[in-house]
């Protein structure tokens, strides 16, 4: 069992910063693959990051070379660097843990899942 807690969501100004974190819970973190998701308002939950214990780390095209996914195994945190923010990158984020080492694009791979931080990303 893993719980899922997401901080750092904000509002903040087009060409901005902001840093995910998303504390876990539960002796077995490092042996999770760790993922990202965001949804925006009508839109389905879009895969956004994702880290394997091996370190191997996976992004969707819209944010490679803007967003960086990072995890801390000794104190069991994930994060999200989110820089040069854009409007589109407006949505509700959340974080995500996979006990399988495929699929770390695919929603349903996952099987824990944290309640969610807003981010706004104003023009």
């Known amino acids: 069992q893993v719980q899922l807690v997401e901080s750092g969501g904000g509002l903040v100004q087009a060409g901005g910063s902001l840093r995910l974190s998303c504390a876990a819970s539960g002796r077995t973190f490092s042996s999770y693959t760790m993922g990202w998701f965001r949804q925006a308002p009508g839109k389905e939950r879009e895969f956004v990051a994702a880290v394997k214990n091996s370190g191997s780390t996976y992004y969707v095209e819209s944010v490679k070379g803007r967003f960086t996914i990072s995890r801390d195994n000794a104190n069991n945190i994930l994060y999200l660097q989110m820089n040069y923010l854009k409007s589109e990158d407006t949505a509700v984020y959340y974080c995500?843990?996979?006990?399988?080492?495929?699929?770390?694009?695919?929603?349903?791979?996952?099987?824990?899942w944290g309640q969610g931080t807003q981010v706004t990303v104003s023009s």
């Open positions: 995500a843990a996979s006990s399988l080492l495929t699929g770390v694009t695919v929603r349903g791979q996952y099987n824990y």
